[in-house]
Structures are given as C-alpha cells and as structure tokens.
C-alpha cells in the first residue's frame, strides 16, 4: 500500500506562487508515475501535471504549461508542483496521485493511490 499526503496549500493574491509538495510512504516501490490533479466544485476532477519517476519525464496541461512545475526528490520521496503567476481560476483543491503503471497520464481513473488533496485559493 502507499500513502500520499499533501501539503503547500493555501490563499495567495493574482500573480503570487505557491509549492504543493506530496510525500509518499509505504510501498513505494509500486510507484512509478506521479501526477498532480485539481478538483473545481462540482465539477470532474482535472489533470494537470504528471512526471515519470523512473526517467524524469514531465508532462504538462495545457492550462498551466508556463506556470506551474512538476519535479521530483526521489532521496526524500516527495513530489513537487511549483505553482507561479497564479489566477482565481487556478483555485482547487489539488490532489497527488501514485501509480506503477498508468495508460495515459492524464486519466484520474489510471491511478490507483491518491492523497486527500490541498485547498488552493486565489483572489482577485
């Protein structure tokens, strides 16, 4: 089994930064790929970054790519999302996800361990 918990979360103004980091533990070894998502109210969960541990490939959504980066410390197994230049629709809670293998890396239902997520609010 592996546990993820998240923390970095929080308000911050239009333009400000913020670094979520996720720490895994447990079972680790059945980690490969990790990603970070994002939940809006009500709506479906959203990809928005996700790296290759095993060879430090990244990948990045659309709607942060220029802004947000994914990277990794794998002596302190922790995964990081570098949040910049931040915008109110940016707001959400964020979520780690943990997986050996995953199909596509961008699928939320691809992951089998997920932590419980940071709240990210960002005023006008």
């Known amino acids: 089994q592996v546990h993820l918990v998240e923390s970095g979360g929080g308000s911050v103004q239009t333009g400000g930064s913020l670094t979520l980091s996720c720490v895994a533990s447990?079972?680790?070894?059945?980690?490969?790929?990790m990603g970070w998502f994002r939940q809006f109210p009500e709506k479906e969960r959203e990809w928005v970054a996700a790296i290759d541990t095993a060879y430090d490939f990244t990948y990045d959504s659309a709607s942060v790519k220029g802004r947000f980066i994914i990277s990794q410390d794998n002596a302190k197994n922790t995964l990081y999302l570098q949040m910049n230049d931040l915008k109110p629709d940016d707001s959400a809670m964020y979520y780690c996800a943990a997986d050996k293998f995953v199909d596509k890396w961008f699928a939320p239902a691809d992951y089998k361990f997920w932590g419980q997520g940071t709240q990210v609010t960002v005023s006008a």
């Open positions: 447990g079972d680790t070894n059945n980690i490969r790929f």
